[in-house]
């Protein structure tokens, strides 16, 4: 496995510089700042990529401020209360994408995030203080407990929540490939150990957040 450096000279050759591979990198929020974080806007990011899940980005920004208004301002007592009547109403809103079962993994995962802020004095305290050394159980303990949140898309609502951690995108997972860390895309016990290992070892010799290993990795390759 090439070391953080080798792998960023790999990127900067392909992106002309490295300055060019780290433009626009996410910048995680401090710890105390994701825990302050409310949790109305945690259920919104996941709303907003459970939404745009097999559909295009655009499409869903076009229609977010009707999406917002609908749900209240994602209002988490208020979604988490929502009836079934309630929720039938919202598959034939207009200003709704009108997916039933993504509207009802809303509400699904308005319920988890009331459940987890009870007993840890906001959803945000659970999730600042996940140690990065164990961010792949963050990912599969999202998807076991939330609602349509595996795959990247509870990886995807925690980076836009300032969470920092990775994304198994396809270039990451190729370049993780070429590494010999996995053989595809990893979804074994064994297979996710290795990542987060490979990520572990990366942030130990850089310095640097997964967030940022994460880019690197996605920019060295093409996939």
């Not at 016990?189 to 490979?198: E, F």
């Amino acid at each position: 496995m090439r070391t953080y450096d080798e792998i960023l000279a790999i990127a900067a050759e392909r992106k002309g510089g490295v300055e060019a591979v780290l433009r626009d990198v996410y910048i995680p929020k401090l710890p105390h700042e994701m825990a302050e974080t409310p949790d109305a806007v945690w259920l919104a990011e996941m709303a907003k990529h459970i939404f745009q899940a097999g559909m295009s980005w655009k499409v869903v920004e076009g229609k977010w401020p009707g999406i917002e208004e609908a749900f209240h301002g994602f209002d988490v007592a208020y979604v988490a209360g929502l009836s079934e009547d309630e929720i039938t109403a919202l598959t034939k809103d207009a200003r709704m994408i009108k997916s039933a079962a993504k509207i009802k993994a809303i509400v699904d995962n308005a319920k988890f995030i009331a459940k987890v802020s009870a007993e840890h004095g906001g959803f945000g305290n659970k999730i600042a203080y996940w140690p990065a050394e164990e961010y792949f159980d963050l990912l599969d303990w999202l998807k076991k407990e939330g609602a349509r949140l595996g795959g990247n898309t509870g990886a995807m609502a925690m980076r836009w929540c300032g969470r920092d951690g990775f994304v198994l995108s396809d270039s990451v997972v190729a370049r993780l490939i070429a590494e010999g860390v996995i053989d595809k895309a990893p979804t074994t016990k064994a297979a996710k150990k290795a990542v987060q290992d490979a990520f572990n070892t990366w942030r130990a010799q850089s310095g640097q957040t997964l967030n940022t290993i994460s880019r690197v990795l996605a920019q060295s390759i093409d996939a």
